[in-house]
């Protein structure tokens, strides 16, 4: 079963628009983390926030923000006046203290997103 | 500091071929070392994870392995590589201690299979 869930596939918006990619997870666990990585076109991840279950904090970062609900499973992105360099695909993650994976990683399967000049 | 690298970067191989990818950490001792591969057009599915030197399990039936000599080596192998292993194959680290930790990637080996 999909435990993470990107329901956007592809955004498509113009520089200096805010920009929110959703991202809402499944979970039987009290204890677990949820990361966002962001996938430039060279291919590479780059880790961007880890957060767990206890800190329902929002969490902010430059133009970066992160809304974390716990009554909704959600953990949404937000990114504020877009830039064309924003554009990636954006990956939502989950990983269970239950995990008997080496605690890998579950992955949505992304959100693309371009920001146009 | 702590880096990760993948070799080769970009393969194309025959229907048929063997397989060798190769990943490195530097600057840990340790880890949980994991890879992943990415279909054209999907997300990110878990193919191997390691948690030490020779162990080794597999989260997807396949025609791949993988295999740890070193503490900071983990290789992806195939004896006969299939069309359908064609992807973008990612390798991750993570340090072990506290687990559920961020996992840090390699550059990506990009795999075309003719």
């Known amino acids: 079963a999909q435990k993470v869930t990107q329901a956007q596939t592809e955004i498509s918006v113009v520089e200096k628009e805010d920009v929110t990619l959703d991202c809402v997870y499944e979970t039987r666990d009290t204890t677990y983390y949820l990361f966002w990585y962001k996938q430039p076109p060279s291919g590479e991840l780059v880790f961007l926030i880890r957060r767990n279950s206890f800190d329902e904090q929002n969490e902010i970062s430059g133009r970066y923000s992160w809304n974390f609900q716990k009554s909704t499973s959600s953990f949404n992105f937000t990114i504020t006046a877009s830039q064309v360099v924003d554009s990636a695909v954006y990956f939502c993650?989950?990983?269970?203290?239950?995990?008997?994976?080496?605690?890998?990683?579950?992955f949505g399967k992304g959100t693309s997103l371009l920001v146009t000049p | 500091s702590q880096t990760i690298h993948q070799w080769p970067a970009t393969l194309v191989q025959p229907v048929g071929s063997p397989l060798s990818l190769e990943c490195t950490v530097e600057?840990?001792?340790?880890?949980?070392l994991y890879w992943y591969r990415q279909a054209a057009g999907r997300g990110l599915q878990l193919l191997f994870y390691s948690v030490g030197i020779g162990q080794i399990s597999s989260e997807v039936p396949q025609n791949l392995s993988a295999s740890r000599p070193q503490d900071r080596q983990f290789i992806l192998s195939s004896k006969k590589l299939l069309l359908s292993d064609s992807g973008f194959y990612l390798c991750a680290w993570s340090a072990i201690a506290g687990g559920t930790g961020e996992l840090f990637f390699g550059e990506g080996s990009r795999l075309t299979v003719l």
């Open positions: 993650a989950l990983s269970e203290a239950s995990s008997n994976s080496g605690y890998a990683l579950n």
């Open positions: 600057g840990t001792s340790n880890p949980n």
